[in-house]
């Protein structure tokens, strides 16, 4: 599939994982497209927050992943070679991974961290 470049919002990343999201064959085949190095799609850390505070909550999705699960599919995607992480200073993403895995049940403390 050849994509346009573009940048991803979290709901995209999350139908591409609800298997059961109407949404989900076109959004996994927009993340399949990222495989290939020559595909353009960008990130933003508050993206992957947004993703992470979604999947991991049982109101948002029928079957939430726990946070061991949310952070490895976050770290599935940016390992991708058409997936491109829009300048945020590294030790930023870093810094609100490592949060995470330290709180994960507290999202919010993510999205103050991203807002400093």
Do not use: K
Not at 1 to 15: C, I, K, Q, W
Not at 36 to 49: E, G, H, I
Not at 78 to 93: C, E, Q, S
């Amino acid at each position: 599939m050849s994509v346009e470049p573009g940048v991803l919002d979290a709901n995209v990343l999350v139908y591409a994982v609800e298997a059961g999201a109407p949404q989900h064959a076109i959004s996994r085949a927009l993340i399949e497209a990222a495989r290939d190095p020559a595909t353009a799609l960008y990130l933003t850390s508050q993206v992957l927050c947004e993703f992470y505070s979604i999947v991991t909550n049982p109101r948002r999705v029928a079957v939430p992943r726990s946070p061991t699960e949310a952070l490895a599919a976050i770290s599935a995607l940016l390992a991708l070679p058409g997936i491109r992480l829009l300048p945020t200073p590294a030790r930023a993403v870093e810094g609100w991974m490592a949060l995470l895995q330290r709180h994960p049940r507290d999202w919010r403390r993510c999205v103050r961290f991203f807002s400093l």
